[in-house]
Structures are given as C-alpha cells and as structure tokens.
C-alpha cells in the first residue's frame, strides 16, 4: 500500500484573493522594487496593466494581479521552510503597498506526484487505494482494466474547505532550441506519474490583521502529512 512517504513533493501553490485594488496600477514598481532589494535572482517574465509575473531563480515564482496574488513552487523541501520565508516576506510587500486589508478567499495547494514507467501503472496504483473500487467483471462491453483514473473529494465546513484529488497523469515537456544554438540538442521529455494533489482554502472573508500565514501553511501541512495516507491505504 502507498503512504504519503513514496512521493515527493511536486508543487506549491499560495494565492491570496482580495478585493478589486487599484493602487495594483499605480504601486506595483514600488512592491517590484522592494521585493528585488530582498532577492538575488530575479528576473520579470511578463509585466502587464492586470498581472505582472517575476521568477525567483528556477524555484519559485511571484504574481501580483489586480485580484489576487501568488507563490508557486517547485520542488520545494517538505517542511516548506524556504517557502515559508519567501510567502512571508512576498505577503508582507504586497499587503502593505497595495494596502489590501481583507482576503476574499486564501488558498495553499501541494501537489505530491509518483513516477510509474507508464500510465497503466499509475492508473493500477490509484485504482489499488482507498478512493475507489472498480466492480470486477466486463462492464461497457470492455474486459481490460480502466486505462486512466482521476478522482477528487471536496468538504467545505465553517470557514475552511479541502480539496483533494488523486488522478494518474502524463506531462509532456518540450525543448526546442533557436537557431544558431551550439548548447543542448533539441529535447522531448514525458513524465508519467501518480499525482496526489490536495489545495486547503478559506470560505469566508479574513482580515489581513487576523490571518497568521505561517499557522496556516504549518496547520494544512500537518493536516495533510497526518491524514492523506489513510487515502492511499496505508493506514
């Protein structure tokens, strides 16, 4: 049986909604500015009237949009230590020089993924879990085994909600050099994993003075740590 502990920790995402602001038009130099003064490494990838898009090294990336704003990351260690430090620090800018002072709705989703050498394979581990059971037997006027499976479970409760989905998937990434390039060959890579994806979000407007970033991301990560394995059938 799976647990938790046979998959590693894929991606991070942090997005804060927020009420429509308009200073999002006249402040985002000064927030870009005063995030660049904290780090080393980063380079803007788009920059529009509605959403401006930096990227922190290869690690993370750092939106702001009329809206809402967002942490990703990549491959980040499992404590979410050094996220935790650059979502601080990111929450704290924009907060304060946009002057956002309620979040419609704030959301952490960690997506967890297992590599298979096919999608059968991840199929059949999904299938072998706690979150489905498939009749045995020709069903459809099909014998063969489900070729891909996706499944997802949503509660929502007072001020909280989550979401979690297990689903098997196959990512496709492309490199395709410019011409006069002397570096890497052109380069076709596909992923086939087993994704374990669950996003803790609020239902309900909170003040900016009243949320605590850091007890969220420790709370909903403990929570998943403690709890997703008895989806997976290990416990």
Wanted: contains cysteine.
């Amino acid at each position: 049986m799976l647990s938790l502990t046979d998959f590693k920790l894929s991606d991070c995402a942090l997005e804060f909604r927020h009420p429509f602001s308009t200073l999002h038009w006249d402040h985002s130099g000064a927030l870009w500015s005063a995030v660049n003064k904290k780090h080393d490494g980063l380079r803007n990838v788009s920059a529009e009237p509605g959403k401006v898009v930096w990227n922190l090294n290869t690690d993370f990336q750092l939106i702001t949009e009329n809206k809402s704003f967002t942490i990703l990351a990549h491959t980040p260690d499992r404590a979410l230590k050094s996220f935790l430090v650059i979502a601080s620090e990111f929450h704290a800018a924009v907060t304060t020089i946009l002057e956002i002072k309620d979040f419609t709705r704030v959301g952490l989703r960690i997506t967890y993924r297992r590599d298979y050498p096919d999608l059968q394979a991840a199929t059949d581990a999904l299938l072998a879990t706690n979150m489905i059971r498939v009749p045995e037997g020709k069903y459809f006027s099909l014998s063969s085994s489900p070729k891909l499976a996706d499944v997802s479970l949503r509660w929502e409760e007072k001020a909280r909600g989550v979401h979690f989905r297990l689903r098997a998937e196959g990512r496709e990434f492309n490199f395709e050099p410019p011409f006069g390039w002397e570096g890497t060959p052109a380069a076709r890579v596909e992923k086939l994993s087993l994704a374990c994806d669950c996003d803790f979000f609020t239902t309900i407007v909170t003040t900016v003075s009243q949320f605590s970033l850091v007890d969220w991301i420790n709370q909903s990560l403990h929570m998943m740590n403690r709890d997703i394995s008895f989806f997976l059938g290990a416990k």
